[in-house]
Each structure stands twice: as C-alpha cells, then as structure tokens.
C-alpha cells in the first residue's frame, strides 16, 4: 500500500514517461511485422510486463534488457491463441486479435470479461475484421477469427459511447495487411490511435487520415522492422496537473505534447489554474483560491474519460458546486464512494456526480478500484489533514511507472508499506477480492 501524509504543496519538475495506451497496442502490433522492432520511450509498467509475456507467449522475442526500450521479433511466432490467465490480468491483450489475424489467418484470443469500470464489450472490434472478411465466432470465452484473406472494406466504428479506441488499432493493423484499401469511418480520433497508425506506417503501412474520424489503409504484402518512439503519456502528464493543481503546487512537466492535453488545460485555466506551455513542456501554477467547475469526459479531443476520477478528487478540494459526467464510460463512479470515506461530498444525480467541494478532506484508509481510481485517491490523500493508506496499489503499477518516486522528488511525503490485508482478507464491496485482483481496467 501507499503511505500518504498529505499537506504538502508539489513543487518542481518532473519527466512524463511514453503513453502506456500507445506503447500496448504498438507492442503487440509488433506481431504482424516482420524482422526487428525497436521501440523507445517505453514506460516500465506492469501492464508492458504483462504484454511482453503475451508476445513471448506466441513465440515472439522481446529484449527490454535495455531501460525504456523493447526490441520485438516476431519472426518466428508461430502461436494464434492469447491464454485467458493472460488476457485476464490485461484487457489490452485484446490488441492482439487484429495483429494474429492478419499474420496467420486465424486468431484464438480469450475475451477479456469483467471490469471495474463500466460495461466493456468487443461488438466494434469484432464488427470492422468481419467487414475485412473474418469469420468469426465466440466459443468457451474466447474470440475465434479465420480468415483465409482480409480484404479491405468500409468500415463504421461509431458506438454509443463514441468510437473505440483498442478496435479502431485492431482493425487498422489487419487493414494494413489486407488485399485492397479499408476506410474506417467513426474511427478513434486519440493521439495513441495515432501513434500506432505513425508506428505502422514507418513499417511501410499506407495509411491516411490519422487523427480524423476516417482513416483510410491501402493494403500492403508485408510490414517490416523499423523503430519508433513511444508519444508521451497525456493522461500521466494531466495526473500530475491535476495533483499539482490540488496540492496548490507549481510544477514544470518535461516531455510532453500540450496540444495533446488542450482539454484538460483549458478545464484547468477555467479553474483559474495558471497554464503556460513550450514545444514539450507545461506549466502549472496555482492560485489560492480556485473555481468550481463542470468537468464531462469525451472522445479525443474531448477531456478523457482517464482523467475523470482524478478530477473528482481534485473538484472535491474547491469551494463550491461542481458536475462531472463521463460521456465515454458513464459508470465510471467507484472512486466516488472512495472519496467520501476521506470526507468528499459526492451525490450521484443520474448519469453525473455532484460534487460539493471545499470541506478539507481527511486522511482515510481507502482501497483503490481500478488503474485511475487509484490515482485519484492518491490525489485526495496528498491534500489531506493527516495520514492515508492506500490499498490495491497494484493497479497504480499497472500505468504510472514509480509515482511515489516522483511525487516524492516534488516534495511530497509518500512511503510504498507492504499490506498485509493485500488483497486476501481485504474485502471489497461487490465481489470478492480474489476476482478483484483478476480484473482489469486498461
Ligand atoms: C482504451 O480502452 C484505453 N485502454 C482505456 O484506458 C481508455 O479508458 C479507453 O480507451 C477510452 O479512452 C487502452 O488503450 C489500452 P474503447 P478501450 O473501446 O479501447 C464502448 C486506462 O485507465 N465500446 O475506446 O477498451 C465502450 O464500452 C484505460 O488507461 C463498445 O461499445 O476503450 C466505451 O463506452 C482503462 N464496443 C467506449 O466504447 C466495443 O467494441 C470506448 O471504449 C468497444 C468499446
């Protein structure tokens, strides 16, 4: 667990690490290419740990001998079938589908199941590779995809929560392989999407219209070896914003793209938060007193739905009424009822959360639920009057590579204790804590 005293302000700089939603499904895009992948900027993370022995699993090598670096072989990966005691410890192990797929013709990828933040079907993924021709089926909980040649089609990726963004890079890296040109439309418009379609192009892929809502991909016969840097994390940079912003900090956060993070600057300025940027860095700075706001996570370019959580905690710090809603997972509450054991004042009103700031929250034993959950938890504690544990922690592993590092470096008093309720005997509120460890949230 985390051992948090809360009080003080963060002051000082620190370095954003690649984008984990990026590094997952390049990683495993590595699949489909032939020859040497090298990959810079990549986080260590639990989550890249996991994809790794996934890629290992089916038979590709990968050396990360050298720090925040992946050098993937797939040359010799003969394997089709992603293991449930995978996939289960990582829904992203659904980028493989794509990759397999358009390698070898035929897929056999366990279907990720629960999660703790909200309903997470694959219907899009598996939607746009039968518009490329797959054929695919559900048997004993795993995806079963053949197809003897993809072919490109259009394709429209348009959900009701926005599009998707792991299905639009699975569709685009079978695209990228199959005979004629695919055109995706409602295709994810985030800058990890297109991170993974520059990846892919570098690898000779004929791909146009990153970053829109239609992708075009004139299919190519082969992908091969290339190297590529890893984009800088937005939703790492935006939790440190945000915690900075809490603590009343002031901090300077190194390598990052700030067109990527205009959202949530904005959400910030609107705050009254002092924003200032270069080319790869920005700025925060905070005032005394800052203003409530109403805060609704959207689709790219929208505020994301990975910054919800911890912009609760921080709203919960700020005198007056604020309203947030998550447009992307709308159930996306569990750190809610967190927050209010340190002494927030939440009220769920339909698909939002009310939440009337300004009251000092309070040191609290609190048990984190999913990957931002956690996050946000440990924003809350770092304001706090006195001390906080924070449980699961595992799940901040998963995507913020050594935090108690860096907020410690900017000042804060954060101690990593081994918990020894963690996780047998701790129970959880809605199941037990043995399928709470199995689940997953990236
Ligand atoms: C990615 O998940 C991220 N994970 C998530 O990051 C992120 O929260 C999410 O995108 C939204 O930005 C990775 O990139 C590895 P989606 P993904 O498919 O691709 C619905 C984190 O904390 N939907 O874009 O699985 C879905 O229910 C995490 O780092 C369908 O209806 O999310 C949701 O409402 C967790 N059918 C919306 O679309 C589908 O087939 C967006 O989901 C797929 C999704």
Known sequence: MLVI?????????????????AALPIMAAALAVRGDVRLGCVPDLV?????????????AEVDRSTPNSAVINADNAQGHVADYELVRRMRASICVLGPLLARHGRARVSLPGGCNIGHRPIDLHLKGLAALGADLRIEAGYVIATAAQLRGAEVDLSGPHGSTVTGTCNVMVAAALAKGQTVIRSAACEPEVVDVGRFLI???AKISGLGTPVVEIEGVD????SAHKILPDRIEAATFAIAATATHGSIRLKNVRPSDLTSVTNALSAMDVEVSSTVDELRISTPRQLKPANITARPFPGIPTDTQAQFMALLATIRGRSVVTDGVFPDRFMHASELLRMGAHIRRVGASAVVTGG??????????SDLRASAALVIAALTADGESQIRRIYHLDRGYAGLETKLNALGANVRRESDRQQPSAVKAPHYSSQSARQRTDS
């Open 222 to 225: 082969s992908l091969t070896g």
């Open 47 to 59: 989550d890249v740990h996991t994809m790794t022995q996934l890629l290992q699993s089916l038979g």
């Open 202 to 204: 570098n690898a000779g």
């Open 359 to 368: 009251t000092r929250l309070s040191g609290a034993s609190v048990m984190a």
């Open 5 to 21: 005293q809360g009080g003080a302000a963060l002051q000082g700089d620190v370095t954003v690490e690649g984008a984990k939603n």
